[in-house]
């Protein structure tokens, strides 16, 4: 079992004739993920590496039974990309793009309230399933085997860090869903796709400090989550009333402090790490006794 992003998954690349959009998707093709397709309306008909480009989403689904949309497009034409992912009505629609203006973000993600498109992104490295599919980013040789631990994570390299850190048991899915203020996927619509999958035995579940998003996941892990969850809020040594990296990572006296994002979060009863990898030891220590007492 995997999350929103499986075997069968069929994806097709926005913005596939780019450079970006090129290289990651003979990375995702090279991991195993079913590329069927990509889309530029000014090369359709033209081929990458044997893989089709089509005018439109709409007839790039109709022609290849895609599921999956994974957009490179630069900022600017962000936003016509995401809504035409949206029109089409494609089930999943992975936003790479970073810079987009927040304005833009909130305008697109308004349209697609009450519609079928799950968005994950934008500014994030995407989501693997390792073992099924790669849709995105992320390097597949960092965790290649597929495992029963659950990651969501604002952040790319911490994603990344985590699953190297945790490797020997490998991941479910791993999710990064962006540092933007405005965002499709949450953690904690990462958090009720994981409770319900089978074979997610436990979640690792990385923040950083700005808003409430952490706040908000910990009361929901507190009324809904039964596995054991574990977390990282990135931004302990931060500086007051300074943006740090992502967009959405500014601190305001005590509201989005990782303190108080820590405090949140084990009042939840979830164990918070100090950095990521004490983080991965805590998880550690919740796999290996899983599996003692399997034994």
């Not at 993920?33 to 689904?61: H, L, Q, Y």
């Not at 990385?206 to 809904?224: F, L, M, P, Q, V």
Request: some cysteine; proline content about 6%.
């Amino acid at each position: 079992m995997a999350i929103f992003l499986t075997a069968d998954s069929k994806v097709i690349v926005q913005g596939i004739t780019g450079s970006e959009g090129t290289k990651h998707t003979r990375r995702m093709v090279s991991s195993g993920t079913k590329v069927v397709g990509g889309v530029n309306p000014r090369k359709a008909g033209s081929a990458v590496d044997g893989i089709p480009v089509f005018a439109t989403v709409a007839e790039a689904m109709e022609r290849t039974g895609a599921d999956v949309s994974v957009i490179f497009v630069p900022p600017a034409f962000a936003k016509a990309a995401v809504v035409e992912a949206i029109d089409a009505q494609i089930p999943l629609a992975v936003v790479i793009t970073e810079g987009i203006p927040v304005q833009d973000s909130a305008w697109a993600w308004a349209y697609s309230s009450g519609r079928s498109t799950r968005i994950i992104g934008p500014n994030c490295p995407g989501l693997i399933s390792p073992g099924k599919s790669n849709a995105g980013i992320i390097p597949a040789t960092i965790a290649p085997n597929p495992g029963r631990i659950g990651l969501v994570s604002k952040s790319g390299t911490l994603t990344y860090q985590m699953m190297y850190e945790l490797r020997e048991f490998g991941f479910s899915t791993a999710i990064g869903i962006g540092g933007d203020p405005i965002i499709g996927t949450t953690h904690i619509d990462a958090l009720e796709a994981f409770e319900a999958d089978p074979e997610t035995d436990a979640v690792v579940m990385i923040g950083e400090i700005g808003g409430d998003a952490e706040e908000r996941a910990a009361d929901y892990i507190s009324a809904h989550v039964t596995k054991p969850v574990v977390g990282y809020v990135a931004g302990f040594t931060a500086p007051e009333g300074k943006t740090m990296g992502h967009a959405g990572a500014i601190v305001s006296g005590s509201s989005g402090t990782a303190a108080a994002k820590q405090e949140a979060l084990e009042a939840a009863g979830v164990k918070v790490g100090k950095t990521p990898s004490a983080t991965a030891d805590l998880m550690r220590e919740i796999m290996q006794s899983r599996t003692a007492s399997n034994l």
